[in-house]
């Protein structure tokens, strides 16, 4: 509700602007607002979603090109001149072209490591800027002129301060559909690209469609700014879709905060406000002109990622103690649809002569193993005995070299971890991985990802809150599960260590899984929390789901498991009930080792 | 016998979460102490902080020096060496080279003895010698493990740190290491031992110490802590009910 | 003919580039964006020095060293450290100090060219590591990321100080030698000589370096393993030091080599230093053979394009790293982030 009523406040401060200001600043505000539309984009792609991008300034440029060629060129074929008719279908053209490329170019390089994209940005952008400046048909150095203002019926939007209400609306819409999506199941798995892939897969979540996702739309909200660009200049030339402008506005989206929507604003403002400043002033210092600006943008970046490569938007967050209002769980909201959990004793996972070879290296050998549901089995062994290799085959991280492995009926070796997920499989890590800055209740409601469908479009425009509400619903219920209720709306990286690994076992358990994968879920727990999970764990077997555990801690896995298989040097070494394992020769001396 | 390495309340904070508190530790000149306990305790994180890889709060003096900044490269040239639980071999460099890189400090610093030093590190480890022009990568695990340790003694440090020797190692080869540890504090090398393998350990140390939660739950003499039932639990985790069957 | 030594006389200079900046990427992880501006003072400073002016790049120098000695000296201090701080103050304040009264007390337009030369390498190859220090080193746990952003900030600051030392005007050096070689039908310059030379030799003696010295083992062992390299004592603030000082020596004698063949102006660099990166790309940021045998393909490519279709040329050689990109995401391996 508060926040309705300050996006009210703000429309109407925004209203206000024209009426108060002289024409100058309208202007300025106008360049602002532009900006500010890349520059969310921008945080959506490089601040939320990791993927950096020197290249929008050319996105823009495609939306103002198209617009220009479409709206004034008179000699347009046939198949595309219904989008000559007017700026508003040709910025669907522009828009639709814009995707298609940022789909080509997506697909192109996001597969690839880290730093190939912003590389990749760069060269494009250099190209499609030349590209700009060449072909004849864009009117080469010069540009196109002469672009007619967008109309809405017989209003037309000429005069600065008339376009000044449309780019702000844009802006607006940009920033509360962007919160909206990062609010949402689409944005969990968007931000769940920065807690590594691993993790997103193994909840279900498809890292590759959610990288493209947030490229198509931030190049979308370029290409918008670029189509409003183009109609409020009513001409285009090459000079501001070149590579230093896309660098201006990674630099905007950074000065603000580039994990915050409200930071590209507030970026785009600084950043338009200084380099007007600076354009005025540093000539007269040199004595002639040229532009010395880039030389305090290049400093002052340094110093913010020196000093505060959080940005401005956080840090004015704390100035003023504003906190993040905790989410809304609806208790009410009906309890998602569970799966039929397999028959107690049925088999649910046998893994068949399973070898697995690193170069030289054998992690595993001909290991065999089967688990039945509601069973719980541990996998116990040395450390390097092999045990997480064996975890990541199992859960579709890695591939045996040979040999299979059978999970609730289906051959998944060689299968991606998300297919596996969907299967019914969900797992903790040894090394946790949440997102620290995320709540708790948020963190939980990744593991939920593959019992919604809320897709980017309705999340955007919260079509899909009553999916939402049962989602953090069932989070809220698993995280009560494992007692860590106190702590819900906490940040997940505040916890101590050994609640950050029941934190991840109720994430598992908000995928409602039949086979339970947990690495060292013991390890760093006190007493009685050991003695928590372990009911807890009874329970779900009580349930019928199966559960395999790697742990250390002896006490705890006698007490608590049905069969124990012994890893040592990649091999199974033995497997039985706990009584017969702590009878064996064999398990004893690789546990105690000896010299003599 | 006078403290080769002294620590004293030394902390190690990761983020919010604190690693490490209040461990004090002594290592005496010519003595093999060894750190044992179960998985997470912070052995190793212990290792990493005496070794200046990480900061931490506390006091670690080193052979009468007073340790401030983390500063890795004072404390390889004071004479600490570290052989990290990954081994951190340079995998496509040959043997001979990888010894070479051990020697680095020494050689920055005017010595110019390293083909004697890699002699005497070939002796110890006949197997390395047969290998010297072979790229570390494509080494057997003992192999590799002899070769990190080669690698470390080519600085000559007097305070060698170890952690977890015999991790994935066959026991025959897991032998022959803890034998040419106790071969080298014959030699006047002192040795930091982080070991899973307790009992291995506890034979050849001469004083232990047990970590839990990071902290020192329990220290003593080595022979003392080996009859100890507390300790089968700590490195084990095994509890009582269990020890009847672990002391036989 | 002609077209074809055009192409590998750019070809060598891209391919010291992408040695460079593949060797920086596999030791510190910085894309060096500001490559290039190496390149573009490289002949900027020489054309002064040619000119009988000192050149404006000495001041930065100067200004770089002492920024550097301050906030080591400090840390030095704090840290009550004293060992070593003479060889910090000799370095970042006394030499820049000398070096400026040096080129104020000589004629240097008077000096012959391998002097010239010579102190062009002495004011610019310095700033190679102070810019590690100043720019990279605090940051230098961080991500590829924002090692990158870092270093499009720096290529920022450095293309507006160009801007600043040598105004909008462009320059051509003197060439090292005049005239040309002819054999039969084909002639060939004699600066293209001198190029595809020097980058050779600069290429076997980089080889030498990394398979012979133990410094050059020792950078090679940063880029296999870091930790492993820190655990041997090779800090790598050393490593990284003396990454960026080859890096500015193969940039700056890069463009002490192209400036009698083409006209540098205070933003060439980027461009050339970027062609440099399409290279290193095609040799994955890890292979140097490919990378110079990239650098040849994109000269080539170059060449051949500003002549068939010249409006286009940029556009030709910047739009190779996509299907560089394709074929090499076509040959990675699933590659994962963690452990």
Redesign the interface.
């Known amino acids: 509700m508060k926040r309705i009523v300050q996006l009210f406040v703000l429309v109407l401060v925004l209203a206000a602007v024209p009426a108060l200001l002289p024409p100058y600043y309208v202007t300025l505000l106008n360049y602002i607002g532009i900006s500010a539309l890349v520059a969310v984009g921008l945080v959506l792609l490089t601040g939320v979603g990791g993927l950096t991008s020197f290249g929008q300034a050319a996105f823009v440029g495609v939306g103002a090109y198209t617009t220009a060629v479409l709206t004034t060129s008179t000699s347009l074929p046939g198949w595309i001149a219904w989008a000559g008719a007017s700026p508003w279908l040709a910025l669907v053209a522009g828009l639709v072209i814009t995707g298609l490329i940022a789909l080509l170019l997506g697909s192109l390089t996001l597969k690839l490591s880290g730093h190939y994209l912003p590389l990749g940005t760069i060269a494009w952008g250099i190209s499609l800027y030349f590209l700009f400046g060449t072909l004849d048909f864009l009117g080469a150095q010069s540009g196109i002129s002469g672009l007619p203002p967008i109309t809405i019926g017989s209003f037309s939007f000429d005069e600065g301060g008339e376009i000044y209400y449309l780019i702000w609306a844009f802006v607006l819409a940009a920033v509360v559909t962007t919160h909206n999506l990062l609010d949402s199941r689409e944005g969990r798995a968007i931000r769940a690209l920065k807690g590594g892939v691993v993790m997103a897969e193994a909840m279900g979540v498809d890292t590759s469609r959610s990288r493209i996702v947030i490229f198509v739309i931030a190049a979308l909200h370029a290409c918008a700014a670029g189509w409003l660009y183009a109609h409020m200049q009513r001409l285009v030339n090459p000079s501001p879709f070149g590579l230093h402008h896309g660098i201006e506005y990674l630099f905007m989206a950074v000065v603000g905060g580039a994990g915050y929507v409200w930071g590209a604003v507030i970026g785009a403002g600084l950043v338009t406000l200084l380099n007007q400043w600076l354009q005025d002033w540093l000539p007269r210092l040199f004595g002639h002109a040229g532009n010395f600006e880039i030389i305090v943008f290049g400093l002052l970046l340094l110093l913010i990622l020196h000093r505060a490569r959080e940005g401005m938007w956080p840090a004015l967050l704390r100035l003023f103690r504003v906190k993040a209002e905790p989410k809304v769980v609806v208790e009410g909201a009906a309890a998602l649809p569970r799966r039929t959990l397999p028959a107690r004793g049925e088999v649910i996972l046998e893994v068949k002569d399973v070898t697995r070879r690193f170069?030289?290296?054998v992690a595993n050998k001909d290991m065999n193993f089967s688990m039945k549901a509601g069973e719980i089995l541990a996998l116990i062994g040395?450390?390097?005995?092999g045990k997480s290799t064996m975890f990541n085959q199992i859960s579709g991280v890695d591939t045996p070299t040979s040999g299979e492995i059978v999970f609730a009926g289906q051959v998944v070796t060689g299968r991606d971890s998300r297919e596996i997920a969907r299967l019914g499989m969900s797992r903790s890590f040894q090394h946790v991985r949440l997102l620290?800055k995320m709540s708790v209740l948020e963190n939980v409601a990744i593991g939920t990802h593959l019992r919604g469908s809320g897709g980017v479009f309705p999340s955007a425009w919260r079509m899909e809150r009553p999916e939402e509400e049962r989602l953090l619903a069932e989070a809220a219920r698993q995280i009560r599960r494992v007692g860590l209720e106190a702590h819900m709306h906490d940040e997940a990286?505040?916890l101590?260590?050994g609640q950050q690994r029941i934190i991840e076992i109720a994430r598992a358990l908000a995928a409602d899984p039949s086979l339970l994968l947990l690495d060292?879920p013991a390890?760093?727990l006190r007493f009685k929390e050991k003695e928590a999970l372990a009911e807890l764990l009874k329970k779900l077997k009580a349930e019928g789901v199966a559960i395999l555990l790697v742990e250390?801690?002896?006490?705890?896995v006698?007490g608590l498991v049905d069969r124990i298989v012994v890893m040592e040097?990649g091999q199974k070494i033995a497997e039985g009930l706990p009584e017969e394992i702590?009878?064996d020769e064999r398990v004893?001396a690789a546990?105690?080792?000896?010299?003599? | 016998m006078s403290a080769l390495l002294k620590v004293q309340d030394l902390r190690v904070n990761y983020?919010?979460?604190e690693a490490i508190h209040n461990i004090s530790l002594e290592v005496g000149a010519g003595q093999i102490v060894t750190v044992i306990g179960?998985?997470?305790a912070g052995k190793t994180t212990s290792l990493a902080a005496i070794?200046g890889?990480l900061p931490s709060s506390g006091h670690i003096d080193f052979d009468g020096h007073v340790q401030?900044?983390a500063n890795?490269?004072k404390r390889?040239?004071q004479g600490l060496?570290?052989v990290?639980e990954?081994?951190?071999?340079?995998?496509?460099?040959s043997v001979e080279?990888n010894l070479?890189?051990?020697a680095?400090?020494r050689?920055?610093k005017g010595h110019r003895d390293q083909a004697q030093t890699m002699e005497e590190v070939f002796a110890l480890f006949p197997r390395l010698a047969e290998r010297r022009s072979q790229a570390a990568?494509?080494?057997?695990?003992g192999e590799r493990q002899m070769l990190a340790i080669g690698?470390?003694l080519m600085?000559k440090p007097k305070l060698l740190m170890l952690d977890?020797p015999?991790?994935?190692l066959?026991?025959l080869i897991?032998?022959e290491i803890?034998?040419i540890i106790s071969g080298l504090r014959d030699r006047g090398v002192s040795i930091l031992l982080v070991e899973?393998?307790?009992?291995?350990a506890l034979?050849?140390a001469d004083y232990a110490y047990v970590l839990e939660?990071g902290a020192v739950a329990m220290q003593g003499p080595a022979r003392e802590l080996a009859d100890d039932p507390r300790v089968v639990e700590a490195y084990?985790?095994?509890?009582s009910k269990?020890q009847a069957?672990?002391s036989t | 003919m002609i077209l074809g030594q055009d192409g590998v006389s750019s070809g060598a200079i891209y391919a010291l580039l992408a040695l460079a900046l593949v060797l920086i990427f596999s030791v510190t992880r910085v894309i060096f964006i500001p490559q290039g501006e190496f390149v573009a003072f490289g002949a900027l400073t020489l054309a002064m020095l040619q000119a009988g002016k000192v050149p404006a790049t000495v001041w930065l120098l100067v200004a770089m060293g002492a920024v550097v000695a301050v906030v080591d000296g400090l840390a030095r201090l704090r840290?009550?450290?004293t060992e070593g701080l003479g060889s910090l103050l000799g370095w970042n304040l006394a030499y820049p100090l000398a070096l400026a009264a040096l080129l104020h007390a000589v004629e240097s337009g008077g000096l012959p060219m391998a002097l010239q030369i010579l102190l062009t390498l002495a004011i610019l190859v310095p700033l190679g590591p102070m810019i590690y220090r100043i720019a990279y080193q605090p940051i230098a746990e961080t991500s590829v990321l924002v090692l990158l952003i870092a270093s499009v900030a720096v290529h920022l600051i450095l293309t507006g100080l160009g801007l600043v030392f040598f105004g909008a005007e462009g320059v051509r050096t003197a060439p090292f030698s005049e005239g040309s070689l002819t054999f039969g039908e084909v002639s060939i310059n004699l600066q293209t000589l001198w190029v595809v030379g020097c980058s050779l030799a600069f290429i076997v003696g980089l080889a030498a370096f990394f398979t012979r010295s133990?410094y050059g083992?020792?950078l090679?062992?940063t880029s296999?393993?870091p930790?492993?390299?820190?655990?041997?004592?090779?800090?790598p603030v050393?490593a990284g030091k003396l990454t960026f000082l080859l890096a500015a020596l193969l940039g700056v004698f890069s463009g002490v080599l192209i400036g009698p063949i083409t006209t540098i102006y205070y933003d060439t660099g980027f461009l050339i230093g970027l062609k440099g990166f399409v290279a290193a790309i095609i040799g994955g940021l890890a292979s140097y053979p490919l990378a110079a045998a990239g650098a040849v393909l994109v000269g080539l490519l170059e060449s051949f394009s500003s002549f068939w279709a010249s409006a286009f040329k940029e556009v030709l050689v910047f739009t190779l790293i996509i299907p560089v990109l394709l074929w090499r995401s076509f040959n990675s391996h699933h590659v994962e982030d963690e452990e």
Request: hydrophobic share 45%; no cysteine.
């Open positions: 170069g030289g290296l040395p450390n390097g005995a620290p990286g505040s101590a260590l060292e390890a760093g250390h801690d002896m006490d705890f006698m040097f702590q009878q004893l546990y105690l080792g000896g010299v003599e | 983020g919010k979460v179960p998985n997470g070794m890889l401030r900044a890795v490269e390889v040239i060496a570290l990290p990954k081994r951190d071999l340079f995998g496509e460099m080279d070479l890189l051990g680095f400090q050689f920055r990568a494509t080494m057997s695990g690698r470390a600085g977890e015999s991790l994935g066959a026991p897991v032998r803890f034998r899973q393998n307790a009992r291995a034979q050849v939660m084990l985790g095994l509890g269990h069957m672990l | 840290d009550r450290d133990l083992k020792a090679r062992a296999v393993n930790s492993g390299a820190k655990l041997m004592g090779i800090s050393v």
